[in-house]
């Protein structure tokens, strides 16, 4: 059974910095690309970062790009984001996702981010 369990959340002030993580069971973590999605209140979830199969490569959104880094450990089957130079507007419920074999989607339970001074 696939599951992603995230945690590192928190209240930071502004300009401060958090980490992520996604610990993942249930698939074959170093064959699967992951993602992280964020969901503000009142907005709908968008996409945040992504990472390859071997970290080989990643991709970011406009708004986190220098700002955000994404990493991942397939020793420890664990993603990571680390979140720096945090602003209010970053604030939002925090998913990490695989999507496997079908495809199918499997998201994590969401960890919530909050940026406010």
């Known amino acids: 059974q696939v599951q992603l369990v995230e945690s590192g959340g928190g209240t930071v002030q502004p300009g401060g910095s958090l980490r992520l993580s996604c610990a993942a069971s249930g698939f074959t973590f170093s064959l699967y690309a992951l993602s992280w999605y964020r969901q503000a209140p009142g907005k709908e979830r968008e996409w945040v970062a992504c990472i390859t199969s071997r970290g080989g490569s990643t991709n970011y959104a406009d708004s986190v790009q220098g700002r955000f880094t994404v990493s991942r450990d397939n020793a420890k089957k664990t993603m990571y984001l680390q979140m720096n130079s945090l602003k209010p507007e970053d604030t939002g419920v925090y998913y990490c996702?695989?999507?496997?074999?079908?495809?199918?989607?499997?998201w994590g339970q969401g960890n919530q981010v909050t940026v406010s001074s």
């Open positions: 996702k695989v999507t496997v074999a079908g495809p199918k989607n499997y």
